[in-house]
């Protein structure tokens, strides 16, 4: 053979052998890249609870399900209003195996279900919020991922369910769609942290007055807990307490700005951590101070839940109603109240010492002795876990007015106890005055909590959320100081909150089939005339030709 020859039969080898190898390996086009969110990996008490796997390498597969269809090897895809949560329950209760869930969540999940599928459940919130109790109290074995409805996914649906309409799963012998979440083993979150911010607004001490100021302490949580921690807002819950807590530091900043007008009471200002874990951070707070700080604290007013009511507020306490302070401090909002033309009602449930679960966060003031109250939106005290800022807790749940009006019942009660106006029906925080309340000032950082998630184990202490909590503060208070602790108790925590989800179209081994013995005939082709073009057609004939047998001489 000729050196040019033997240069094209080379070449022509090994792009055969490339071809025969592609032809080998399963053909997929990346039909779309979409952001997804995994749900909570976490144990309680050594429990482990949540979903305990993120990788994720599975055929699509869709609603409605073919009648005993094998989905340990599917990703299932769902639209929250199509997921059954009687089939999940039936899946986690009976531990049967399942490849993956993906759960289309809706953009607006305050939207009222027109045309859902669930005819019990009016509204995806009261659907959602379901869904997140049975996942988030549930070992959930497989990988769980949110995402919002965008064209991309709607399309990808509406192909999956037209595979699922011939009566076969996707599968490596029928095509379809791939999903696949390149994900690393979950890692442990290591000494998770918790950053509580408080800041002062020092009262005027009269002359030759040795005695220290009481102490009015304000105090709310800003953290969440939710299925998926990179989607936990928690807009209502306690986004609004946090926002009531700085309107207040800053309308009564101006009051104390000026020494005629500075009250003879110290105001205290705290943003806690750890709120849905027993309020840890609140007790670490409490257990910072001096004992004399604590003890000049008259009583404390703890913000929860303070932006979804129209006319009814709940003012939740520990000690009896009879109690001195206490029906003094329910006496004040009660007037302001009637005012305003919203109710004020009373909730007294005592505190078990025995019992280390607190319902509230001024419970543990109380186990500090002192006097405190939540004011909140909610009429009964919240299950564990539960009201924490979940998937359903969206901007749309909070709304100015109702922060508003919270602000105004908290602020001219406090005026009327610190100035003395008892009585007297003066409005200091009145409409349109310097003292006014500021609907911009309370939307826009409505605004920013409904776009930060606050899962207090992923929120480091250098975060920009927290550097601009204590800004705000900052600016309205003195002494500001960030406290950073550890979070303690039964939680572990796990990392790979969200991640990437990559939509494969693939083929069909039928098609696989075809392509190569296509690729075959080819090949075949190719090399008959190669043959024939370097060495004659006499070489191609004796190639498919026997050889003679060889008979072996005996010795």
Request: aromatic share 8%; charged share 20%.
């Amino acid at each position: 053979m000729s050196p040019s020859g033997e240069v094209v039969a080379s070449v022509s080898s090994a792009l055969a052998v490339l071809l025969v190898l592609l032809a080998c390996v399963e053909l997929g086009d990346a039909a779309a890249a979409v952001g997804v969110y995994r749900l909570i990996q976490y144990d309680l008490a050594g429990a482990p609870l949540g979903s305990r796997a993120a990788a994720l390498n599975h055929h699509a597969a869709a609603f409605p399900l073919p009648a005993g269809a094998d989905l340990s090897r599917s990703a299932l895809v769902a639209p929250l209003l199509d997921l059954p949560l009687s089939f999940l329950r039936e899946y986690l209760s009976e531990k049967k195996h399942l490849g993956g869930l993906l759960i289309l969540l809706p953009r607006n999940i305050s939207a009222k279900n027109v045309e859902g599928n669930n005819d019990d459940k009016g509204e995806p919130k009261n659907v959602l919020a379901e869904l997140e109790k049975l996942l988030m109290h549930e070992e959930v074995p497989f990988p769980v991922y949110f995402a919002f409805h965008d064209d991309n996914l709607d399309n990808l649906l509406a192909d999956i369910r037209k595979i699922a309409s011939s009566g076969q799963p996707a599968s490596a012998s029928t095509g379809g769609y791939k999903l696949v979440v390149p994900s690393a083993e979950p890692k442990r979150v290591s000494s998770p942290t918790i950053s509580n911010i408080q800041g002062w607004l020092p009262g005027s001490r009269g002359e030759g007055d040795a005695e220290q100021l009481p102490t009015i302490a304000i105090v709310a949580n800003y953290d969440t807990f939710g299925a998926a921690p990179a989607l936990s807002v928690g807009s209502d819950s306690n986004g609004s307490g946090a926002v009531a807590l700085l309107e207040i530091a800053r309308i009564f900043s101006r009051l104390y700005s000026s020494p005629k007008t500075r009250g003879k009471f110290n105001l205290l200002f705290g943003l806690t951590s750890g709120g849905p874990y027993n309020y840890n951070g609140t007790s670490k707070w409490l257990r910072s101070f001096d004992q004399r700080v604590r003890e000049s604290i008259d009583y404390a007013i703890c913000l929860n839940s303070v932006g979804s009511w129209s006319n009814d507020l709940w003012m939740h306490v520990s000690k009896p109603p009879e109690n001195p302070y206490i029906k003094q401090i329910f006496e004040d909002f009660s007037d302001v109240s009637k005012e305003m033309g919203i109710s004020v009602g009373i909730k007294h449930k005592k505190i078990n010492v025995s019992n280390s679960r607190v319902a509230w966060e001024h419970e543990q003031f109380s186990r500090f002795r002192v006097t405190a109250l939540t004011l909140s939106e909610l009429s009964t005290p919240p299950e564990f876990l539960e009201n924490t800022g979940g998937l359903y807790d969206t901007r749309e749940s909070a709304d100015v007015e109702s922060v508003m009006r919270t602000v105004k019942l908290v602020s001219e009660s406090l005026a009327r106890q610190i100035y003395r106006l008892r009585g007297r029906n003066i409005d200091v925080f009145a409409d349109n005055s310097s003292l006014a309340i500021s609907p911009h000032y309370i939307r826009s950082w409505l605004d920013l909590f409904s776009r930060t998630p606050r899962v207090a184990p992923f929120l480091q202490k250098n975060d920009p959320f927290i550097v601009a909590l204590k800004k705000e503060l900052s600016e309205h208070t003195t002494d500001v100081h960030v406290q950073n602790d550890v979070l303690d108790g039964m939680f572990t925590f796990y990392d790979a909150t969200k991640s990437t989800l990559n939509v494969y179209q693939v083929a069909s081994v039928t098609f696989d089939l075809l392509f190569l013995l296509v690729l075959g005939s080819y090949l075949i082709v190719l090399f008959s005339f190669l043959v024939i073009t370097t060495r004659g057609l006499d070489d191609l004939i004796n190639i498919f030709r026997r050889p003679p047998s060889r008979k072996v001489k005996g010795a």
